[in-house]
């Protein structure tokens, strides 16, 4: 269904009503429901592995006082690394070694977009912890240990926490582009739409995409609220934003 | 003094510009040729971004004004684009771009090409004389899935129907070339369709890997033999005469006349499938510049000094 020229707003969105209203969109291996599913496991699995990746070493690092700024840094390169190009780089690199095309590339460049923040704000959430509040809870005869968990990573909890919801929201938009190597997910909606010039799918792509993040933003935010002790929530206003 | 000084100032920079723009300016070497800028456009696959490389160069050897935009995308973005004003020559394969304006093309390349000239003409596009070169759609899979499976046409996927994975480019599904020939003419059903690109290195990564078990390649494709994949015989004549053509804007051939034509039909003339495998292993296989490629071929075949 190719769009027509010209600028008909309403019928262009009632054209993509009409797209979410067909069950056909929905069931089967490319449908918004299967679709769904890809890119929600492929969240989850990469938010998750990067925060184990990110947030362990970033918070014992920042607790020892080891690396300052050079870490940082040196973790933040991933960072000026666009994400497209890191899917593209890894297709081969993933064939080579047997991963096949499709996730693994997806799931890499996804990793590469997630760790640097969440190991920014671990670790500058915990170094920044008032050096009189650590001294003090030393002083109080407090082990190293007890120190990080009782003390700095609470404190830390809020940025910590913000960096999860934010880099969670930014690999739901990213992994889009998995649909350029071969693999599922919303991406799907937007590169084949796209492939066949029918702008009604392609926007109802961005839509899903939208939405889950928006979702997504909604529910991390309230996880967020529950578990972050009231008196310390102001702290998360410190999260950098992640640049798109 | 104030006036005198910004008067050379902005003279100075008067002359600077004139400078820059008469440098910037003015076309390659002697003998060009004056009128419009011939915008050349392609496919986003390798051998067509090949191709209208070919007829650039030559068109540059003969002092014609070309600038490139290769790469556009699939036929849905550069035929638009072409029609639109955007490009003014693409190198067409004929059956696909008959059947996308509508008509109906057959094996018979004079025929296709006659529907084809006709049909395009009505939207001011003028296709020259197509090549002896053909690349059509093919179907492929992978030695060892040739040899358990025991098929060797595309009629003896039926066997298997709903069992078999399809990988293709996203607009597949959608092409009579495509899925909706294989499942029109040959009956075929696939378990699933794997959108991937065209015929290009997702393609074979997913068919070494069996993600797919049947993808589609293009018959000229170097990969084929390289990868040691089996090409299954279209023996239902579900695929049309492929032969490459130049689809030109009709105002570009009016300014310019028959020499036009003529320095595009040195190349058309020589450009035979055998020829057009090699330039595509060269390129694809070897991993040669595709500038570089053309310009020795075009040596080779006496077209430019």
Request: proline residues 5%; aromatic residues 8%; hydrophobic residues 45%.
């Amino acid at each position: 269904m190719v769009a027509t020229e010209g600028c008909d707003v309403i019928g262009f969105l009632g054209g993509v009503l009409a797209w979410f209203g067909d069950p056909a969109n929905w069931l089967g291996p490319s449908g918004i429901l299967n679709r769904l599913r890809e890119h929600l496991q492929i969240t989850v699995a990469a938010t998750s592995v990067s925060a184990l990746l990110a947030i362990a070493p970033a918070v014992w690092l920042a607790h020892r006082r080891i690396g300052g700024t050079f870490v940082v840094a040196l973790v933040n390169i991933g960072r000026a690394i666009p994400s497209f190009a890191i899917v593209v780089l890894f297709l081969p690199i993933s064939i080579r070694l047997g991963l096949g095309i499709g996730f693994w590339p997806t799931f890499l460049a996804l990793l590469f977009l997630a760790v640097p923040p969440m190991f920014t704000n671990s670790y500058t959430g915990v170094a920044e912890v008032d050096p009189d509040l650590v001294e003090t809870s030393r002083g109080m005869g407090m082990t190293g240990m007890e120190v990080l968990t009782k003390v700095e990573m609470p404190m830390a909890s809020p940025v910590i926490l913000a960096a999860v919801r934010v880099a969670a929201v930014q690999v739901i938009a990213t992994a889009t582009l998995g649909a350029i190597v071969g693999w599922g997910g919303l991406g799907r909606f937007i590169v084949d739409g796209f492939a066949i010039q029918d702008n009604v799918t392609v926007f109802a792509g961005a839509v899903l995409v939208a939405g889950l993040a928006i979702i997504t933003e909604v529910i991390l935010g309230g996880v967020e609220r529950r578990v972050v002790p009231a008196t310390l929530r102001s702290r998360s206003e410190q999260v950098e934003t992640v640049p798109a | 003094m104030r006036n005198i000084r910004r008067r050379t100032i902005a003279g100075a920079a008067i002359a600077a510009f004139a400078l820059i723009a008469a440098a910037c300016g003015s076309g390659g070497d002697g003998g060009t040729i004056d009128g419009p800028t011939i915008t050349i456009g392609s496919a986003n696959f390798s051998e067509n971004a090949l191709v209208a490389e070919l007829y650039a160069q030559a068109l540059e050897s003969e002092g014609y004004q070309v600038e490139r935009k290769l790469n556009v995308g699939n036929r849905e973005i550069y035929a638009p684009a072409l029609e639109s004003g955007e490009l003014d020559l693409v190198p067409e394969y004929i059956g696909s771009a008959l059947t996308y304006l509508g008509g109906t093309s057959s094996p018979d390349s004079d025929e296709t090409y006659a529907a084809l000239k006709a049909a395009w003409e009505a939207k001011g596009i003028n296709v020259l004389d197509y090549a002896p070169a053909q690349d059509k759609n093919g179907f492929v899979v992978t030695r060892a899935t040739a040899e358990s499976l025991g098929v060797a046409k595309v009629s003896d996927l039926a066997a298997y129907n709903g069992t078999l994975v399809l990988g293709g480019p996203p607009e597949c599904p959608e092409r009579a070339f495509c899925l909706k020939g294989l499942e029109g003419v040959y009956g075929l059903t696939f378990q699933e369709f794997r959108p991937l690109d065209a015929g290009g290195p997702i393609t074979v990564a997913a068919l070494e890997g069996d993600e797919i078990q049947v993808g589609l390649m293009f018959t000229s494709a170097g990969t084929i033999l390289a990868k040691d994949f089996v090409l299954l015989d279209d023996d239902k004549g579900l695929q049309p005469a492929e032969n490459l053509a130049p689809a030109v804007r009709s105002e570009i051939t009016e300014a310019y006349g028959d020499k036009f034509s003529e320095t595009l039909k040195k190349v058309s003339d020589k450009l035979t499938t055998a020829e057009l495998i090699s330039l595509n292993k060269l390129v694809e296989i070897d991993g040669q510049d595709p500038e570089t490629v053309a310009a020795d071929w075009l040596k080779a075949i006496g077209v430019t000094g």
